[in-house]
């Protein structure tokens, strides 16, 4: 971590991780758009008679880049300020009047780069619009669809880091609390390890029992499985799908092909497979 984000919040750090690699993500697609567009340009004129200049295409190609580069950090930073908890009837006007401004500055600033930079690469000079309003609108329908790619590259990447400081802070807690810190819907659940006698896995998410009542949670088996652990409780699988609290094993009953069935102190009856028997047994 470098001196100069050492000092910052994990939240601000978060944030500033996200736009990094959201902008990464990003510039490197428009990269790739920009390298597939100006060969795909050569082949064409190249099947042509006329003769062409190579350059050309990679001159309009890449002074668009060069400029909605340049604006990526400004649309980063100005979606950090139209929150999704603004509702979709406040942020949407916001990102379309964003968009048009987002437009207009890559329109303008790719044609001023254009005009500087033809009579030195091509030769003659470069004529802006034919048909003013025509060709922004025709620009504009490309740059709406890139500014709404860019947002929904920038809202992926905070979710990813959002999801990292829950991962964190839920690590913490076990460690240095010995409470499980669960995700419910829009709830935060938080439980002291040991009162959790019994999970199954339901997709992408576990179904944790309690003295006080089943609770669905966004986690994996595996990773409530660490926090257990980390908490100190004793947690110890009795299926691919399930895990049980060691101590709340009252009896394991035999099965007749090696699997069984635990009973927990709760009277629940939970299946034991063949292939996580002996684990349990040995507690």
Known sequence: MSDRTAHLDPQRRAERRAGLQAGLIFSAFACASVVVNALSINSEL??????????????????????????????????????LALGWRVA???????????????VWGMMLLRELLWPAVIGGSYTYFDL????FIYEARKDFLTYATLVLVIRF???IEDYRLELAESHSRAKGDSVIVLKCGGRELRLPAAEIISAEAAGNYVEVATPTGAHLARITLGGLETLLKEAGADPVRVHRSRLVARPAVREIIPGESGDAIAVLSSGARIPVSRRYRAGLSRG
């Open 46 to 83: 190249a099947r042509g008679t006329a003769a062409f200049n190579p350059a050309q295409a990679w001159l309009l190609e890449l002074t668009s880049l060069v400029v909605l580069l340049a604006l990526v950090p400004a649309v980063i930073a100005l979606d950090r300020r139209i929150p």
């Open 92 to 106: 949407l006007p916001l990102h379309l009047v964003a968009a048009l401004a987002f437009t207009t500055a890559h």
């Open 132 to 135: 003013l309003v025509r060709d």
């Open 157 to 159: 990447a905070r979710r």
